[in-house]
């Protein structure tokens, strides 16, 4: 049983502040991912709670133990690294055996605990090899079974997938995500890649300049972004935003055509994902820039007054460069934000 | 079309002979280069391997008729015996001091931020431009002061100061070069700093280190000048020789010295790769 509270959180290096306040509450067992850009702060936060960084203020707490005075050892946790840091002295069974030998563990349980993990890994037959003679992926395995081995109240992976090639990352992504729901560990991910987060998580905290913008599950962040800035990161194309001016109660001129929008005192900016339009009568008029026919769909990149917006069809949708196309967004789905604090406007 | 097949073979064989040219050169200067390393252990070997009657004969042997008659006339030779085991002793000592001093400086370079550090390496630098002639008179003095003068472990201190920087450097290299997520990893895998050290660390570093002890150590069996200025009666094999050759016969001087030049020979032979490595130069 390990839930982990971080609470009031900063990092500061020098002048410069890594992570703003940070408060974040992870349930026992649950999958959390990490997603932010590079610099986001989400590895420095991740070494806060690993304790190899310690935090300028603020407090961590794991399975109910306040932890971040006490050293990595005495956390209940395992790391697995960006670049594996397999030991490359050791055999690959005495790097999965290195926790449980530190723990003083009998040899007898070392041996059934390294051999589980191993063949869980798929490894079982590389257990007398040296790093050296292992690739990319296999190293990769080797360092989850390590972390494994400990049977740790927490596991933290810090990129673990970033360092691999593209069919072997997918293939580890699905065998990780079992392994992990498997083993009932509470896991802190740590990617820049949305495809990753939205594959694995339970919940995303989606980090930017050092502040937690939104933290939910995948299809919430995707749905609902808390703020603009979730919305731009995330989903490949990413939503489209135009200036919403407000002409009347609940109404909204968004590139001409009059939406009924939420209560607001002024002009405010109207968002919708590029899959959630349809072409019809009467919708928002875009000038066809770009047609990239995609097999199951069509993406096509439009002008609408001088801004960029992009829109998802389906690939039977006949358009060329420089047709004119009115897009009709679905009701439910569109979005707003307040353009000063950029979060959503309910 | 045919001019231009006619000039073919033309331009490559200029840049042919410009090439091949520039290739006896490198193999002149390669030549030259050991030769003059070469050619003055090669002498010393061969009349240190004959007889005394053969070194001061005439015709010169070129290839050693291995007599041992010199070497063993040196080795019997008065004071030549605790020459040697002062030198062992001295250079024993030093090689722990600048081990057990250098190896952590060079961790904490490697590991650690702290103000002054860029300072910090000038000045293991800087240790080296001082000429030892300028701090003999006052060394002497101060040991004489305390009571270390003509002992081991006085001049050991003194080696130590000459071999430091390349100790400090040369583990300062070899730290660098164990990521420091070994160590982080040993760290939330249940080990305390020193455990970490211990474990990950020390195994991987541990053939670099022992080639900067065996350099160490060389440095200290070859100093000649603070040796022989800081000893009168316990006196190291090199400030022994440079007192006593002078009225020594020839065959016993060059017994003297293959016996100085061999064993730094053979510690620097297998300590290449890892000076290689200091200097920067790639290796493999």
Redesign the interface.
């Known amino acids: 049983m390990a839930e982990i509270q971080i609470k009031g959180v900063a990092k500061r290096f020098g002048a410069f502040t890594a992570l703003h306040q940070i408060d974040l509450t992870i349930a026992d067992q649950e999958f959390m991912v990490l997603l932010g850009a590079s610099g986001c702060g989400k590895t420095t936060l991740l070494r806060i709670i690993a304790g190899l960084e310690t935090p300028s203020d603020g407090e961590v707490w794991i399975g109910g133990r306040r932890v971040d005075h006490l050293p990595p050892r005495e956390r209940g946790i395992a790391m697995v690294f960006q670049n594996y840091a397999v030991f490359p002295h050791l055999t690959v069974y005495e790097n999965i055996a290195f926790g449980l030998r530190m723990q003083k563990k009998p040899q007898p349980e070392v041996d059934q605990r390294v051999k589980r993990t191993a063949e869980l890994m798929h490894i079982e037959q590389l257990l007398q090899r040296y790093s050296g003679q292992l690739s990319g992926g296999q190293r990769q395995r080797v360092a989850v079974a390590r972390a494994l081995a400990m049977e740790p109240d927490v596991i933290l992976m810090d990129e673990p997938l970033s360092n691999l090639d593209a069919l072997l990352r997918l293939e580890m992504r699905a065998e990780l995500k079992g392994v992990l729901a498997h083993s009932r560990t509470t896991a802190i991910y740590v990617t820049h890649d949305q495809v990753e987060a939205m594959s694995l998580a339970d919940r995303i905290a989606v980090m930017h300049q050092g502040r937690i913008v939104q933290a939910a599950s995948p299809v919430e962040v995707y749905r609902n972004p808390a703020a603009r800035f979730v919305g731009s990161f995330i989903g490949n194309p990413p939503m489209n935003f135009l200036p919403a001016k407000k002409s009347g109660e609940e109404q909204f001129i968004v590139a001409g055509s009059t939406l009924k929008g939420p209560k607001a005192s002024g002009d405010i900016e109207f968002a919708i994902r590029p899959e959630d339009m349809d072409v019809g009568p009467g919708g928002i008029p875009a000038t066809v820039r770009v047609v990239e026919p995609l097999g199951a769909h069509t993406l096509i990149t439009t002008d609408v007054d001088g801004k960029i917006f992009r829109v998802v069809l389906d690939s039977n949708a006949e358009a060329k460069t420089g047709d004119r196309l009115s897009l009709v967004p679905r009701a439910d789905r569109i979005r707003w934000f307040d353009p000063q604090s950029t979060s959503a406007i309910q | 079309m045919t001019a231009v097949t006619n000039d073919m073979p033309i331009a490559p064989a200029a840049v042919t002979d410009a090439r091949k040219a520039g290739n006896w050169l490198l193999i002149a200067c390669i030549v030259l280069l050991c030769v003059w390393v070469l050619l003055p252990i090669y002498l010393l070997l061969v009349n240190a391997l004959s007889s005394p009657a053969q070194v001061t004969g005439f015709p010169k042997r070129i290839t050693p008729s291995f007599d041992f008659g010199s070497l063993s006339f040196f080795l019997n030779f008065q004071g030549v015996g605790k020459a040697l085991w002062n030198s062992v002793v001295v250079a024993l000592l030093t090689m722990v001091l600048s081990i057990g001093i250098g190896a952590p400086a060079g961790y904490a370079l490697s590991r650690f931020d702290f103000p002054g550090k860029q300072a910090f390496r000038f000045l293991v630098l800087m240790t080296r431009a001082f000429p030892l002639p300028l701090l003999a008179l006052p060394l002497a003095v101060l040991f004489i002061r305390t009571g270390l003068d003509d002992t081991a472990f006085g001049l050991a201190i003194v080696h130590t100061t000459l071999s430091l920087p390349f100790a400090v450097l040369i583990t300062f290299s070899l730290f660098s070069g164990i ?1 420091v ?2 160590e ?9 700093r020193w ?1 970490a050290f211990r ?2 660390v020390l ?2 570093a541990l053939p670099g280190i022992a080639a900067s002890a065996v350099f160490a150590f060389t440095i200290s069996w070859n100093e000649v000048f603070a040796a022989a200025v800081l000893t009168i009666e316990n006196r190291t094999l090199t400030a022994f020789l440079l007192q006593s050759i002078n009225v020594s016969p020839l065959y016993l001087k060059f017994a003297g010295g293959a016996a100085l030049v061999v064993p730094a020979l053979i510690f620097i032979f297998a300590v290449r790769k890892y000076l290689f490595a200091m200097w920067g130069i790639a290796n493999r």
Do not use: D, F, H, I
Not at chain 2, 187 to 192: A, R
């Open positions: 990521p997520e070994l982080e990893a040993a760290w939330t895998l249940g080990c305390n455990q474990k990950v195994p991987l």
